[in-house]
């Protein structure tokens, strides 16, 4: 997955900023950002099949690749 790909679709870029803000509560982003459940869920398990999430005790965190990719978009 790459910048372009995130940065395409205001929901997918919503959730990531979100997500590399430390927020991690996926329906807290979703009602946050007006965002239909369903497609939260799918957006964020198309970053987990990517590789740049990983679930983790409930909680969704960056992987490596991931912390790479939300650095490259922040900076």
Known sequence: ?????ILS??????????LASGESDTRRIAKK???????ADK???DFVKSGILL???????F???GEKLAESIRG
């Open 1 to 5: 997955m790459d910048e372009g790909y």
């Open 9 to 18: 679709n205001k929901y997918r870029r919503a959730i990531f900023d979100e």
């Open 33 to 39: 950002h007006r965002i239909v459940s369903s497609i």
């Open 43 to 45: 957006i964020i398990d």
């Open 55 to 61: 679930k983790k005790d409930n909680k969704y965190v």
């Open 63 to 65: 992987t490596e690749s």
